[in-house]
């Protein structure tokens, strides 16, 4: 079980910026797991399913989800444990709750309001 810390959400207008961080404490095994592992950022808006928004693999591979491409970049400091998520250009529909997750851990989340 890894321990995450999401943080770095809050209200913002359209066509602002955000970054998130997610964190990964506890013990030593803890930390290396997060390391060695390919980290997600999902969401999920209000009344609807949680979407997949980005991962990035041990070596820094990424991916998105065709609704943040071009916008969202996922990038991640194994020395710090901390995985990020910058947010730009952000609209209304990325107002979510978002979990950072390492295989079957998951964060409390952090909610990203964006107002029209």
């Known amino acids: 079980q890894v321990q995450l810390v999401e943080s770095g959400g809050g209200l913002v207008q359209a066509g602002g910026s955000l970054r998130l961080s997610c964190a990964a404490s506890g013990n030593i095994v803890s930390r290396s797991i997060f390391r060695d592992n390919d980290v997600a950022w999902y969401r999920r808006a209000p009344g609807k399913e949680r979407e997949l928004v980005a991962t990035?693999?041990?070596?820094?591979?990424?991916n998105y989800a065709d609704s943040v491409k071009g916008r969202f970049t996922i990038s991640r400091d194994n020395a710090k444990n901390t995985v990020y998520l910058q947010m730009n250009s952000l609209k209304p529909e990325d107002t979510a709750v978002y979990y950072c997750?390492?295989?079957?851990?998951w964060g409390k989340g952090t909610l990203v309001t964006v107002s029209s």
């Open positions: 990035i693999s041990r070596g820094g591979s990424t």
């Open positions: 997750n390492v295989m079957n851990s």
